[in-house]
């Protein structure tokens, strides 16, 4: 027992629906007190992965376990976790002290441990005074707390939240996504998070899994994912970039299809398809000549300039290519459409993503 | 009102409408005046007043045929409610749930006994208590018709309305509160009686009270079914009524008016309480 053991280990998990592949043998570990977001599309699998942990859902076939032991086929009530739903299914019926109590008295745990245990949980949400309100009478926001309470009081081993934030607006996201960073650093237990939003999911966790059409393609840190995507759907999905055609040249460069060398490390086999992945906001603009043509740079036309006052973005056709460039926190307008410009960046910006 | 622009109906159109709407009220209301009017009349002719009696009532009351009909009424009412409505209630949330072979028949047919004649439905069941009960006695025991035979008639088309109100509360129901409660530790018995049951239980009582209703109602399928001593109120005031329309059964009539008043207005109150009760948390 010397190697730390996984919160929860997914082993050549796939999950079918009738003849609906939802999710396709995944393999993923999760640390304990990691917080980690499944990041991806509507319908890639992420939501089922989840359920899959809660026990809402059985896997086809591949085995699950939380903290070493297997829970792949047990029921949701068998399981050390807890789940904090989409549009938080608080119970109607109940008050918001009764909604959290709900796990406790299911458990059996009896006063003075349950109204304790009950009061800390509001106290840590910060819900004091509206104990005895009904969840019809609660903002977004407080309905979302009840949710967390209701799932934190019970202690579980990993707390699933499933779009925790979707339903709440853009401005009480933000404040949420700090609380919950918080609240997770308070209890220290791992959090596993569902989210179509890329920023919410740089953001917010330490290390993310990207997923589509029912495969885990990537799992990093936010930083290994948008600076390292390993494909380029994952260079696509997360933030905004150029992706442009290109052969794996012999020199350990790639040549686009214009003719163009760009240096970038890879490991490919020369001869490959990969493509270069340029972020927007890593390239810059120069007047044509100014530049020295490195490996680090394109020659291009300006196009067309959207101004958004905090940056302004060109597009710059670059052979039968276009280019977005970005630039932040430029004063006045230096280029105009049309003006034969270079494209340039610093070593290490341009990444080659295979498939 | 002055600015406001008149859309679609003129003024005439309007108080011809509201006029109209008057003489339907009418209609619907100036029998049931009647009715109790007269049920206080100290006349033994019925459509000649002939002062002010609660005498109709005394006797109504303490004849022991209607006491009998009112007990045999109740009985069966009481029966058939509380096992169509938990019947009911299970083919509902089977219907809803499960899928399971036959489940499209069952789910065309289950409200057949709703669309039916009762007079289709009260031979039917004749037909078929005959040849159960020629099945039956040929094994020793002799039944015949009556209470049961009625109890068992009203279950048979009660099942359906029950069914039909609570699967209407349960196309409405968030299954993931469902699973909300089985992943806060709640076994699926639990899960059933602390958040599907209390959610659907408006239209359980909605059903029960329909059920109940119906049931009181009913004369059709009750005077095809019923044996000697099993005459239902309905039944006895319909049979009475070809001997001639007495006084009695105004005072009977009046009664029955009065007990479906209460029930609508108790369960009216009922709703009520429970909306204020939630209100006055919001207060707070």
Not at chain 1, 123 to 135: Q, T
Not at chain 1, 300 to 324: F, K, P
């Amino acid at each position: 027992m010397t190697e730390p053991v996984a919160a929860v280990e997914i082993d050549g998990v796939t999950k079918r629906f009738d003849d609906v592949v939802a999710v396709d043998n995944v393999d993923l570990a999760i640390d304990d007190g990691e917080f980690f977001a499944l990041l991806g599309p509507s319908g890639c699998g992420k939501t089922t992965t989840l359920r899959m942990i809660a026990g809402l859902d059985l896997p086809t076939t591949g085995s699950l376990r939380i903290f070493g032991e297997e829970v792949g086929m047990a029921p949701p009530d068998r399981r050390p976790v807890n789940t904090v739903f989409q549009a938080y299914a608080l119970f109607p019926h109940m008050t918001v002290r009764q909604n959290i109590e709900f796990g406790l008295r299911m458990r059996r745990v009896k006063d003075p441990e349950l109204s304790q245990r009950v009061a800390e949980a509001i106290a840590m949400v910060r819900l004091a005074g509206m104990e005895e309100r009904r969840p019809d009478q609660l903002s977004g926001g407080q309905q979302q707390r009840v949710a967390l309470a209701r799932a934190l009081v019970n202690q579980p081993k990993v707390l699933l939240l499933d779009e925790p934030l979707g339903a709440l607006d853009l401005k009480l996201r933000q404040e949420m996504q700090q609380e919950l960073k918080a609240l997770q650093r308070t209890v220290g237990i791992t959090f596993v998070f569902v989210t179509h939003d890329q920023e919410e999911a740089l953001a917010m966790s330490e290390r993310i899994g990207v997923m589509s059409e029912g495969r885990l393609l990537q799992v990093g840190t936010p930083r290994e994912i948008y600076e390292r995507p390993a494909s380029r759907f994952v260079a696509d999905f997360i933030g905004r970039t150029n992706l442009l055609e290109a052969t794996v040249d012999s020199s350990g460069a790639v040549r686009l299809s214009s003719g163009a060398r760009i240096e970038a490390e890879t490991s490919v086999p020369a001869g490959s398809e990969v493509a270069v992945s340029l972020r927007p906001e890593r390239t810059r603009l120069q007047p044509r000549g100014t530049a020295s043509a490195d490996g680090h740079s394109l020659d291009g036309e300006v196009r067309d300039i959207t101004y958004l006052g905090h940056a302004v973005v060109y597009e710059v056709a670059v052979g039968s290519m276009s280019v977005e460039v970005r630039s932040e926190g430029e004063v006045g307008q230096p280029f105009a459409a049309g003006d034969a410009v270079t494209v340039s960046w610093d070593r290490g910006a341009a990444t080659v993503v295979a498939d | 009102m002055a600015g406001v622009v008149e859309v679609g109906l003129g003024r005439r159109t309007r108080r011809w409408l509201a006029a109209w709407a008057w003489v339907v009220f009418a209609f619907l209301y100036v029998p049931i005046v009647v009715l109790v009017v007269f049920s206080f009349n100290s006349s033994s002719r019925v459509n000649i007043w002939g002062g002010f009696s609660l005498g109709w009532y005394g006797e109504a009351l303490s004849n022991e045929v209607i006491i009998s009909a009112v007990r045999v009424s109740l009985i069966v009412a009481f029966v058939s409610t509380v096992v169509s409505v938990v019947l009911g209630t299970a083919v509902a949330l089977a219907l809803d749930r499960y899928r399971f072979r036959g489940r499209r028949t069952l789910d065309g047919t289950v409200y057949l006994p709703i669309v039916i004649p009762d007079i289709t439905m009260a031979v039917m069941l004749l037909v078929f208590f005959a040849e159960a009960f020629k099945l039956i006695d040929s094994f020793g025991p002799r039944l015949t018709l009556g209470i049961s035979t009625v109890a068992l008639s009203h279950i048979a088309f009660n099942i359906s309305f029950v069914c039909v109100v609570v699967r209407a509360r349960l196309d409405q129901f968030d299954r993931t509160l469902e699973e909300a409660a089985r992943d806060l530790y709640a076994s699926a018995w639990e899960t059933f009686r602390r958040v599907t049951l209390p959610l659907i239980m408006p239209g359980i009582a909605a059903g029960g009270l329909l059920a109940l209703t119906l049931s009181l109602d009913d004369v059709v399928i009750s005077a095809f079914v019923s044996g000697p001593g099993s005459t239902t109120l309905p039944v006895y005031v319909f049979s009475s009524i070809r001997r001639g329309v007495t006084p009695e059964l105004n005072a009977i009539s009046t009664l029955m008016l009065a007990a479906s008043i209460a029930l609508v207005l108790g369960s009216l109150a009922l709703q009520r309480r429970r909306a204020s009760a939630s209100q006055q948390t919001q207060v707070l």
